[in-house]
Nanobody
Framework: QVQLVESGGGLVQPGGSLRLSCTAS????????LKWYRQAPGKQRELVAG????????TYGDFVKGRFTISRDNAKNTVYLQMNRLKPEDTAVYFC?????????WGQGTQVTVSS
């Protein structure tokens, strides 16, 4: 049974930082492509960042502009999203996604709220 469990969300002031974690089980983690998406109320889900299984190449949404970093620890079956210089418009539910052997899996999401 595949499981993706996100953690690390919360309330942070503008300009602050958070690190999201997503720990996976039920598939060969090191072979999976991993992504973080987010969805704000009334908006479509959008890609935040992705990291491939081989060589660890990364991609980011245009709005990230060097503020976020995605990384993975295959020994811990965990993907991270380090978010710095957070803005109120980063407020959303953040979801972890894994693609393995053509199947796509999602976590339950973790709320990030950026507010003073």
């Amino acid at each position: 049974q595949v499981q993706l469990v996100e953690s690390g969300g919360g309330l942070v002031q503008p300009g602050g930082s958070l690190r999201l974690s997503c720990t996976a089980s039920g598939f060969t983690f090191r072979l999976a492509g991993l992504k973080w998406y987010r969805q704000a109320p009334g908006k479509q889900r959008e890609l935040v960042a992705g990291i491939i299984s081989v060589a660890g190449a990364t991609t980011y949404g245009d709005f990230v502009k060097g503020r976020f970093t995605i990384s993975r620890d295959n020994a811990k079956n965990t993907v991270y999203l380090q978010m710095n210089r957070l803005k109120p418009e980063d407020t959303a539910v953040y979801f972890c996604n894994a693609v393995f052997m053509g199947d796509s899996y999602w976590g339950q999401g973790t709320q990030v709220t950026v507010s003073s």
